[in-house]
Nanobody
């Protein structure tokens, strides 16, 4: 089974940037859609970005134009470049399949805190 390990989070000031990485324990080439989710206290986990095995990608409206998702099947990795970060982006970020009905085991996530 594929498991995910997220990294790259941290404390950053508003307007700053972070690059999140997700390394899978197995091949991700067979997974059509991969995504990044985030969760904050008092809020349901939400899908913020998704990418197919092709060129297609989708983003939550609030992050569109600021976040970029990418994947490298050869490295079994998924990335999330986060630019112009805002306090409301503060959350624990997770990667998983982009289809809720095919979710795999959640990793530990990586904390992103945007604060001045």
């Amino acid at each position: 089974q594929v498991h995910f390990v997220e990294s790259g989070g941290g404390l950053v000031q508003p307007g700053g940037s972070l690059r999140l990485s997700c390394v899978a324990s197995g091949s991700i080439a067979k997974i059509y859609g991969l995504g990044w989710y985030r969760q904050t206290p008092g809020k349901q986990r939400e899908l913020v970005a998704a990418i197919s095995d092709g060129p297609g990608s989708n983003y939550l409206d609030s992050v569109k134009g600021r976040f970029t998702i990418s994947r490298d099947n050869a490295k079994n990795s998924v990335y999330l470049q986060m630019n112009n970060l805002k306090p409301e982006d503060t959350a624990v970020y997770y990667c998983n399949t982009a289809t809720l009905t095919t979710l795999l085991q959640w990793g530990q996530g990586t904390q992103v805190t945007v604060s001045s």
